[in-house]
Every structure is written in C-alpha cells, then in structure tokens.
C-alpha cells in the first residue's frame, strides 16, 4: 500500500514533467512565430526596395524625356526656326514626340502596377504613397508638355507653309518683272534697219526725191514712211555692226554722227556701233547703197 509520501512524489513528477513540456512547446511556438515575423520582416524589406527600385526608374526614364527646350529639342538636325522647320524636320518632330508618348504611355501602366502589388501586398507606408503621388503628377505635367509641343510644331509647319507662299508669289512676282524689264530693255535697245539702193528704198516708199529743176538736182530725202515689218530688228546691247552688201553705202536717218563709224571692209562695208546709247535714240535706221 502506497504512503502518502510516495503519492505526493509521483504528483510533484508529474507536474514537472507538465511543466516542461508546457515550457518546451511554449518555446517551440515562439521560435517559429520569430521564424515567421523574421520572413515577413524579409518579405517586406524586399518588397520596399522592389517598390522604390520601380519608382527611380520611372523618374529616371521621366526625366530623360526631351521636353525642355520647345520643339528645337525634337528636331536633331538643328533647324530650330520658322525659317528652317522643313516638312521632314516637321515629320522628325512629330515621330520624337510619338517616342515621348510611348515612354509616358509604358511610365503610366508601370505605375498602374506598382499601385496593384503594393495594395496586395499590404505594403501602406506613406513615404511611398506619396512618391507614387508624385509620379502621377509628374506623368500629368509631362502628358501637358508633349500636347503643347504638338500644338507648337504644327503651328510652327503652319507659319512656315503661308511663309513659302509668301516666298514662291514674291519669286514669282520678281521672274515676272525681271521678265517684263528684260522684254523692256530688249525693245528699248533694239532698232530696226533697211539696206537698199536708191531705186529699192524709192519704191518702198521709205525715201523720196525732193527739189531741184527740171528733175535735176533733186535731193533724197526721208519719206516718215518706215515698215518696220519689212526691216530687220538689231538689238544693240547684244550686237554693234550691221553688214552691207555693198562697198559704197550712205546713212540717210538721223543716228549722231559720232554714235557710229562706217569701215570699207573689202567688197562690202559695216556699220559699227561706237555708242548705242546714242545711235538707239533713233530706232529707224535707213542706209542706201550705191
């Protein structure tokens, strides 16, 4: 028969074997709630550096955008005038300005995602809440500045189509004057001339006999009746002698005297133009063979 005393020993046992095995497991719980806490502490801290790695590289890609300086940025080759906005530098603008939309288009689904992950993950901190803000803004601000930019090479393509019309009706204009004041020069330098005998200019009515007696005596003189249809035009800025098909001629129209020369060249002469300023003020020229 058991003794009081050996019956409190096996109770004192049995409350310290419960008591370690209470302590054990207890200890057992709280490694692996530390284990745990440890890999959400890790899973966290990977999260964030995840999180801010996107954002620095959304801003980076955001600030390389080439949106300072107006549309002289978008155009590389340099033409950054009305003057020198050429259809293909126009062209050049618009499709650098379709890569910006590009970039800001991928930059706002990279910020779409990034607001995903960070709600599922549970991830609430404020410092990046307020970059992801940030961001937007950014993206917004950006979006406006290209919309300007569009607008302002368009403008731009605009101003420099009605500065070429402007241009090609002032080329035209002057081609049609410097056309008219060379048509002008050619008639004022030109003069019309006829080469016969006495009996020939006679009988064309270009001169006729006058005075003397009983048919003797009779000068030749200028009839005022000049075909220039029939004579032969001479533009004296571009040639200076008229050939005579004779050896003896005589210059019956008023051309000064000291405007022209006549030279015996073998079995014909010439008239050779020493001033056709001069000579020109007279536009008929009548020169009788003899």
């Known amino acids: 028969m058991r003794t009081p005393l050996t019956v409190a020993l096996v109770l004192t046992v049995a409350a310290l074997i419960a008591v370690t095995l209470f302590t054990v497991r207890s ?47 978008l155009i590389a080759s340099g033409a950054h005038s009305e003057q020198g906005l050429t259809n293909p530098d126009r062209q050049q603008a618009l499709d650098r300005i379709a890569q910006v939309n590009a970039t800001i288009a991928r930059a706002k689904v990279r910020i779409h995602e990034l607001e995903t992950r960070l709600h599922r993950s549970g991830v609430q901190a404020s410092g990046l809440q307020k970059l992801v803000a940030n961001l937007k803004t950014d993206v917004a601000t950006k979006e406006q500045l290209v919309a300007q930019l569009t607008e302002q090479v368009n403008t731009l393509q605009t101003r420099v189509a009605g500065l070429e019309t402007t241009v090609q009706q002032k080329q035209d204009s ?32 270009v001169i006729v006999a006058r005075g003397g007696v009983l048919g003797l005596g009779k000068t030749v003189q200028l009839s005022g009746n000049f075909n220039e249809s029939a004579a032969k035009p001479l533009d004296t800025d571009q040639e200076t002698v008229i050939a005579a098909p004779a050896a003896h001629v005589r210059v019956l129209s008023a051309q000064p005297a000291s405007s022209y020369q006549l030279i015996p060249a073998g079995d014909h002469a010439e008239l050779r133009i020493l001033d056709a300023r001069e000579f020109r003020k007279v536009r008929h020229v009548v020169i009788m063979t003899s």
Do not use: C, W
């Open 27 to 73: 200890q057992q719980r709280s490694r692996a709630e530390i284990a745990e806490m440890e890999a959400s502490l890790a899973t966290s801290h990977e999260q964030y550096a995840a999180a801010f790695r996107d954002v620095a590289e959304i801003q980076d890609s955001l600030a390389a955008l080439p949106l300072g300086n107006g549309p002289a940025t």
């Open 174 to 205: 002057l081609s049609t004057t410097s056309d008219v004041l060379a048509a002008s020069q050619h008639e004022l330098g030109t003069v019309y001339y006829l080469i016969g005998s006495k009996q020939q200019l006679t009988q064309s009515g």
